[in-house]
């Protein structure tokens, strides 16, 4: 099974300032890495797939990059709907896996 | 526009089971792949099972493998989960989503439903 990675686990970021979340794969995944928003009391959306692409709807400044074991979220600048918790998951190889979680907390 | 319902949640006893269903709209059911995933309280995701459109591939997590089966029933569009030899480590919120194919990610989330293993 593939270990997903995340870091840091909390991100204590101001609104406005850059957001930057780390996925390590135990092995390469190419470019099948998704990352996902999950609010408070609300089901995980889907942000970015195929390590890079922003699903429908899904505002300019997130952006995904990375490919094979290395991955990141950006988010440009923050505003108070993107504080919440980000997984990413690889959908390369069975099981598909996520990571553990990074939380967004206002700093 | 895509409408996921998850359904079949509630309090069941330790060794007992429960079986969820995940009424789908919105778009043509029989096209897409789907998936089960969970969400124990106050903790991460956790992906359970994935079936094909015509429900002739499988898989499962091996925390569940033998315990839970996945179905779908394309004419109801709807996907079940039966979870059989429940335990208190499964009392999760379960969320069905559509996949977009083989290697997709998971497009779309229903809202969840409580399963609560306790005696």
């Known amino acids: 099974e593939i270990v997903m990675t995340q870091s840091p686990a909390t991100l204590s970021v101001s609104p406005g300032e850059r957001a930057t979340l780390s996925c390590r794969a135990s092995?390469?995944?190419?470019?099948?890495l998704a990352w996902y928003q999950q609010r408070p009391g609300q089901a995980p959306r889907l942000l970015i797939y195929g390590a890079s692409t922003r699903a429908t709807g899904i505002p300019a400044r997130f952006s995904g990059s990375g490919s094979g074991t290395e991955f990141t979220l950006t988010i440009s600048s923050l505003q108070s709907e993107d504080f919440a918790v980000y997984y990413c998951?690889?959908?390369?190889?069975?099981?598909?896996?996520f990571g553990q979680g990074t939380k967004v907390e206002i700093k | 526009q895509v409408h996921l319902v998850e359904s079949g949640g509630g309090l069941v006893k330790p060794g007992g089971s429960l079986r969820l269903s995940c009424a789908a709209s919105g778009f043509t059911f029989s096209d897409y792949y789907m998936s089960w995933i969970r969400q124990a309280p106050g903790k991460g995701l956790e992906w359970l099972s994935y079936i094909s459109s015509s429900g002739t591939t499988i898989y499962y997590a091996d925390s569940v493998k033998g315990r839970f089966t996945i179905s779908r029933d394309n004419a109801k569009n709807s996907l079940y989960l039966q979870m059989n030899s429940l335990r208190a480590e499964d009392t999760a919120v379960y969320y069905c989503?559509?996949?977009?194919?083989?290697?997709?990610?998971?497009?779309?989330w229903g809202q969840g439903t409580l399963v609560t293993v306790s005696s």
């Open positions: 998951q690889q959908y390369n190889n069975w099981p598909r896996t």
């Open positions: 989503a559509r996949v977009g194919g083989y290697s997709s990610p998971l497009g779309y």
């Open positions: 092995e390469s995944v190419s470019s099948n």
